[in-house]
């Protein structure tokens, strides 16, 4: 693809995931939003609206509400099938979207809530970007899995893992969504170990990984405590220096000032990152400890933002925009302001 | 005072206030920041430096810590009083600081926290903005009392307010001090009716209020549920008329999506606002009602940032850079991207 | 009814309601447990049998799962509505068992989730018992209606009550059910005013009152901040003598050191009040204020229990087991080791 | 020691600690309580002279207010030292009482705030009751030191425990403590491992074990996941059977419709439980489960109660009432009504 031909990219569901690829991809000089589809008349439209992105009517339910509302729409998501080289697929898990892609002939890109098996390819940028390229479809594998791997990825590939434990404590849902709960009450989930260990070796097989999870009263962040057998005995400065290395990694500490997850979202906030989001993996660099070989750390992830840099790099390796990793991570990385 | 020239502000406590008012002043042409001081080397420090905005040390008890941080101290916070015109002043209530400014020579703005008595002056742009043409002090008052005033202020004026009942349901804690409750409890403010109505008085003294709070486990938005005898017989039309002719007044409705605190922070973040923060007090419009001349309706506002506009405002009147109320709040807002 | 006679009622659902109301009738000397029916597996319906409880199968989908877990059942609902006089009806809102309960030719109590219409009769011990005797069918108000029943009746009918404002903070979800929310936000209730007026209307026509309510994240304990025009001019002592008087109504302060929702769920707990409950009204005594012919309180309501007295006065003024609604009260209340 | 002797307790601090322990004493027939002694004139200061307990006055500063109050002051907490032959420390951490209690020639248990140090006996009545024979002071060990010991002990007693790794979701404040947070955060103890490995060790110190804890915005349970390496290959079944045959441990399920710490809390006041407290440890044996001789399993701790018992046996240990640890254990649980 030449230089001045830039990807033209659909979005369908304009939510959580879609609404912040949206931005991101409009932040890169090599790929185009040509229409975002939404269900509903809720707020986001007329955003949508006011930012540029041809609108898209993903139903007829709501067509009489969105002309009441004064958004104009363009078409309906078959037509921006039509326009599009490529689906960031953002709606709700299971949505069963992949046969109207397939007739389409458009490529697509799912999220963490879909299964393995749907696409038979599950991507994080540094853990298997070769494998995407000229992929038609992938999923983004969740936030908590991905990172997970931003963190384990490194150390596995450079120092070796013989075993890892990761507790996660999952907040309690999507910050807008003032539906659910919990309220006063930590939920365990009792399916031992959880589904994010295969999760990571749909990725990366060999990481040999167990995972628990608990649901707690909390937003946007969820933190794991994360134990690893390392294969070679090193010290707690050569982990620190493999993190330091790998891209949307950030360290934060308590010399800092942060202390909890609440201020690492301030940090961000003051930072000024665009929805107060945070792309990069926190880890607690002061509370890396190696002790007898084995690693013991902290990390918190931006349940809503940690899978967008993914997102964009996917669309390069899927479009063979890039075909080199470290090349598509630094481009993503400039454009999205990420150190 | 000319074209070209600009004032010179200081910053003199760099937390909730300090650093969203030197923000927001960085975003007007006619004033400047000449310095920030702060206490403690926590990373705000450093984000100070990078905004570029010159440091100061407010005490000399970290001054080591801030030369191992690398971060340069341009001096200490008598310092910055001798290039400074006028202080914002964010340190935590009951700081003292008052006779510091005075052998300064130095106007000075406080925050809410302070009692009314320190300056004989509480501000709100809309309601007295003329009082404070040339003063060296005065308080802006907290943000709950500046939330009430931006909507009661223009009923006031245009309509009459017999008497009000504000039951105001209040966050917890600022988002980053993850040190405070409530967990699981609703705290009553036994004195009743609780300070925010004499605070409303302290601005405007005609209104009829009284003010009863609780405090409950939520951040950075309060609620307040308002009841308004009315002098005059009107209709619902004419009371969202009014507020819509008002500055700082945003809608928000069920319509659009939003029907909690944490969608309009939702809404804040999409917005792309910085930090996520709305200046605008939101109220529900479709949650407006007169019924037998009584009006009732819900605002909500963000706890950390309505004050901001207020504080630009402030330092226009009192340094006379402008002396018409309505050219002031509208160079605010165009400077801060305020609707 | 003879003085060895005892009411035969049995409960239909064992949940929040139908628990404790079971456990409370089994503390009269007048009133017998009949039979408890309940739908699903859970442990309510093992302890329902170690409580003595006959159990009977509320749907037959589960009688495999009751035979595994040795629960002795029986028999169907349908028999229950053959040995019982009268029903607590304590299954979910619009569970629509009325037409089942007239065809057995038996009494019925519902609870605040039904509409007044159901019934054409909503009840309160204290504001109208007398026009429950010998009805067929009635339904004990909601929590938060009963709450206001308790302190504004008296005022009501002693003092007079010109008009009344009564914002309710609401706990968001019953502490065992950890799917609701909401997490870090307060939900208005958007139509204003709330359903709660009426309500109250439903059961005093002459109380001139409006109601706004919110959802906070706690569980457990609703709170209200009450506003009331009164039409004598009393003093606070007046108002704290005339609650004093009426039962059901517990006054805590800042003496005691109870200033929290959560400190009166505590001294509940600490005076060993099954489950923790408290069958009485909150209201602090040293935030009550009366101020121009207005007066101020605050009220917390436990959202499970203070329903389960009344539900005991209404067996009684419905089976005309007591025609005296204060020997009824006293009766209830002794059992129940209520003050 | 006799059978008609019974051991006089006194209870200095009646709080959280102070107040159960006083409760449970008082269900068993070989001790007797013989005053408590508290600061404050709160609530608590009634209550306990309602329950027959003789009230000390623990300092004078409040000994008007308990006459306005018309509580009976028997004397000063030194008094109470002469009447006792042992002391329950129920104060905040770090009194200082000791000299105190060692002039008065009384023995005294302290509980898990304080440090090994102080006593050189940390005491959990399954692992080490028989250390505790005759001792004169010693400290029962935090209630998340007690949950593991529970759990860990019999395990590493009959199967071997290779290696430990627990991470600790802790409530962030007792239940009526509002003015602790934290809210909308997760706050990981920064220190790895946490001071609860050493504490585990302090009562057992074969035991291989490294903790992790965070804090989240809920009160009363803590939950645990555990990882332990077995040095046996056993099954899941094993390992049940092993915790099914150890007192203080109670199994729950998601069959029997507990799947979260609140439901945990649900059934303890289901069953009638003071105060809803649990003094079992929590364990969801269908969340049991042994993979690749790794043990992985979720525990939750009622951090107000659990350490109860240890209390009464720690009692009976160190006044030789009984010095057989299985009959101490037995009738302690008898008294209490645990299973």
Same mark, same amino acid.
Do not use: C, P, Q
């Given at each position: 693809?030449?230089?001045? %031909?830039? $990807?033209?990219v659909g979005i369908n569901g304009y939510g959580t995931v879609g609404k912040r690829v949206a931005d991101a991809i409009s932040l890169q000089d090599d790929m185009e939003i040509v229409g975002v589809a939404k269900r509903s008349p809720?707020?986001?439209?007329? %955003?949508?609206v006011e930012k540029g992105y041809p609108f898209y009517a993903a139903s007829d339910k709501y067509l009489d509400e969105f002309d009441r509302k004064d958004i104009p729409v363009e078409g309906m998501l078959?037509?921006?099938?039509?326009?599009?080289?490529?689906i960031i697929d953002g709606t709700p898990k299971k949505s069963g979207y992949k046969p109207m892609y397939e007739k389409a002939g458009v490529k697509a890109i799912w999220q963490g809530g879909e299964?393995?098996?749907m696409t038979g390819l599950s991507f994080n940028s540094m853990?298997?970007?070769d494998e995407a390229l000229g992929a038609d479809y992938l999923r983004v594998v969740s936030c908590n899995t991905t990172g997970l791997l931003r963190t384990l990825y490194p150390i596995h590939r450079d120092i070796g893992l013989e075993r890892c434990t990761a507790v996660m404590i999952r907040r309690g849902a999507d910050p807008w969504d003032t539906s659910r709960g919990p309220i006063n009450s930590i939920n365990p989930v009792l399916n031992i170990p959880s589904h994010h260990g295969p999760d990571v070796q749909s990725v990366v097989p060999g990481i040999n990984i167990q995972t628990t999870a608990v649901k707690v009263p909390t937003?946007?962040?969820?933190?794991?405590s994360v134990t690893v057998d390392l294969k070679k005995d090193v010290d707690t400065d050569e982990i620190l220096r493999t993190w330091d290395e790998t891209p949307r990694i950030k360290f934060f500490n308590e010399s800092m000032g $942060?202390?909890?997850?609440?201020?690492?979202?301030?940090?961000?906030?003051?930072r000024s990152n665009d929805r107060a989001d945070l792309n990069e993996i926190a880890v607690w660099n002061d509370a890396v400890k190696v002790e007898d070989g084995v690693l013991y750390y902290y990390q918190a992830i931006h349940q809503e933002s940690d899978i967008v840099p993914e997102n964009i790099d996917a669309i390069r390796a899927m479009t063979e925009l890039e075909e080199d990793k470290m090349k598509s991570i630094r481009k993503t990385n400039e454009g999205m302001g990420i150190e």
């Open positions: 693809m030449g230089k001045y %031909m830039t $990807v033209k809720t707020y986001g439209a007329e %955003m949508a078959e037509d921006l099938l039509d326009e599009a080289e490529i299964d393995h098996e853990a298997n970007f937003t946007i962040m969820h933190l794991h $942060v202390d909890s997850t609440a201020k690492v979202m301030e940090w961000a906030r003051d």
